[in-house]
């Protein structure tokens, strides 16, 4: 629900219109600008009595919102959300661009990777320590050995770290250790993580489900906004279709979508969207150019040989020409990469 305020509405008479909604048992979410007073009014509004509501002097108009994720919305949030992240801006208008092996495998691996995506502009180093895999017998990742190489990378290139969390359990050491939390597709709807998520103070990338509508998507957001931690990152990473030829097939679509119906930023996985690499730049490409706040994609110094979804992985080489080129397009299509 909104609830806009009459124009000459004082201070003190919004103040009490906040007190009146909250002694309802009611969150308020205050998105007043310059020249007018408006409240969000977030929880169960069945119990609020429009007719008795308007006898409150300070209320001008009463709208009821049918979406049933309020923190996420743009009616409540109509500009952009930015999120920093120790210095790195993601949203409004920058091109993020987040890369790394999907798994990190050892000490030289990883800091080879870490120095190379640094070399061509990358702003934060992704990496796998844990590892959900469909397999039971396929590699799982390093855990807490290879969280501690990738932190060993963040110190060497200075780079922002993000990677995979697998269970609650392991949140106080995420929350001291890792710069973005990722949550992956199989646990977009683990809603017992995403309530502690919302918990903690820490940036979530949160993937879309394998067959997750675009409302379920938001509502997971919603999860961990509820919670009080509103840093959260929207990723598309494809979704499951009859289609055989690629990994996954991406709806670049729900860029859009999302643009539309929420103020979070959105970023795309063209590695895991294909599964080949030889699709990633084109489709790194058309992130940018239908308006993703960045990419997060998977590079390896030797994918011939990697551990896990060398297939997917850009080469160094391949991975800064295609750098270059996004560089030539992020100003004609009004985005920064810095």
């Not at 743009?74 to 890369?99: E, L």
């Not at 509103?230 to 996954?248: A, H, P, Q, S």
């Not at 709806?251 to 999302?258: I, Q, R, T, W």
Request: glycine share 8%; aromatic share 6%; net charge neutral.
């Amino acid at each position: 629900m909104i609830i806009r305020a009459k124009q000459n509405t004082t201070v003190e008479e919004f103040e009490r219109l906040k007190q009146t909604i909250i002694n309802m048992g009611l969150q308020v979410k205050d998105v007043s600008g310059e020249t007018f007073k408006v409240l969000g009014v977030i929880g169960d509004t069945s119990k609020i009595d429009e007719r008795a509501l308007y006898a409150n002097p300070a209320v001008g108009e009463i709208t009821r919102i049918q979406s049933p994720y309020k923190k996420a919305s743009k009616v409540f949030h109509p500009d952009p959300t930015i999120i920093d992240v120790k210095g790195v801006k993601i949203g409004g208008g920058n091109f993020t661009v987040m890369a790394g092996p999907c798994s990190v495998e050892n000490h030289d691996q990883i800091l080879e990777c870490a120095n190379a995506v640094k070399a061509s502009g990358a702003n934060i180093l992704r990496g796998g320590a844990f590892k959900p895999r469909t397999s039971p017998y396929a590699f799982q990742g390093l855990e807490l050995e290879g969280l501690e190489l990738l932190k060993e990378a963040r110190k060497e290139t200075g780079l922002p770290i993000i990677t995979e969390i697998m269970s609650e359990d392991m949140i106080p050491q995420f929350v001291k250790d890792v710069d973005i939390i990722q949550v992956g597709a199989r646990n977009m709807q683990n809603f017992h993580l995403l309530k502690a998520l919302g918990k903690i103070d820490k940036p979530i990338l949160l993937k879309r489900g394998l067959s997750a509508t675009i409302e379920e998507w938001l509502m997971a957001a919603e999860y961990i906004m509820a919670g009080g931690n509103e840093k959260v990152i929207l990723c598309e990473r494809g979704i499951r279709t009859f289609e055989k030829y690629t990994r996954n097939t991406l709806d670049l679509s729900a860029v859009l979508a999302v643009k539309e119906l929420s103020h979070l930023p959105v970023v795309i996985d063209p590695s895991h969207s294909a599964g080949k690499w030889s699709m990633v730049e084109g489709l790194s490409q058309a992130a940018l150019a239908v308006g993703a706040d960045g990419i997060i994609v998977e590079v390896h110094n030797d994918p011939e040989h990697a551990l896990c979804d060398g297939a997917q992985s850009l080469k160094p080489k391949a991975f800064d020409d295609m750098m270059k080129k996004l560089k030539l397009i992020a100003p004609i299509v009004d985005k920064v990469m810095k």
